[in-house]
């Protein structure tokens, strides 16, 4: 039974990291598996355990190290299951986690797609785990670079993959699964777009309550920000950085509306 995979995301303010957290609600599950009885095969690649054993299936044709009730394996041979045995597919457990990646692809404000560095997170983490507590990963820039060429991380669209090899104990076979998100990372165009909110009112002090056009440009600035956040959940990849690049560009060198 594959793992629902999922990850939550969290961008330090000070934009110098990502902070991602294994959410997935099923590790060490049963519950939602499928019982494979008498006259049903085995099927590669997918984690058993052996749950009722008359002695009849010799599992360890597929990988088991024995064909005793509760042994857990990953099967690396179809076999049928005979009469009054039965197996239950499960989900990797925690300790079983052999390997945990992390690739980045960054669509940046000047539109051009980056491949990062990939990131060992069973080794970041100090693998072998216990607890999903543990699936906590801090993602900086120097990890994505592999240098410390900047302190922050650049706005952008970030394409992860998510990779965790699980294998159990016994057969050593290889359990892979993967999850590919996209997360909209933008703190330096924030940053930059709160700095002239900020200034609204010593300008107004300024120019003694008249309206000036930077104080517009901020306005602007700002409800274009709270646009893109509204709509990173729903619009397409496409349009978000468009929007990001059109922030970005406005924050850096003004806007051409007149006010």
Do not use: H
């Amino acid at each position: 039974m594959d793992l629902n995979l999922s990850l939550s995301y969290q961008e330090q303010n000070d934009n110098k990291a990502i902070v991602l957290t294994d959410t997935t609600d099923d590790w060490n599950d049963a519950t939602n598996g499928t019982t494979r009885v008498a006259g049903k095969s085995t099927v590669v690649g997918v984690m058993y355990q052996i749950v009722l054993d008359a002695g009849a299936t010799d599992f360890t044709g597929a990988g088991a190290a024995n064909s005793d009730s509760g042994t857990r394996f990953v099967a690396n041979a179809i076999i049928v299951i005979l009469t009054d045995d039965s197996l239950l597919e499960v989900t990797p457990d925690f300790d079983e986690i052999t390997a945990i990646t992390l690739d980045t692809n960054i669509t940046g404000v000047d539109g051009v797609e980056t491949p990062k560095t990939q990131v060992d997170l069973y080794t970041l983490n100090s693998g072998p785990f216990t607890l999903l507590s543990e699936l906590e990963y801090t993602v900086t820039p120097t990890l994505l670079e592999g240098t410390a060429t900047t302190d922050e991380l650049i706005d952008g669209l970030y394409e992860l993959t998510y990779t965790i090899t699980s294998t159990d104990a016994v057969s050593l076979q290889a359990y892979t699964q993967e999850l590919k998100v996209t997360i909209l990372v933008y703190g330096v165009v924030k940053v930059a777009t709160y700095k002239k909110l900020r200034n609204i009112s010593t300008l107004y002090t300024c120019k003694d309550g008249a309206v000036a056009d930077e104080m517009s440009e901020a306005d602007f600035c700002g409800a274009y920000l709270s646009c893109i956040e509204n709509s990173a959940y729903i619009a397409k990849t496409e349009e978000l950085i468009n929007m990001l690049i059109v922030l970005d560009n406005i924050v850096k060198n003004g806007s051409d509306i007149t006010w």
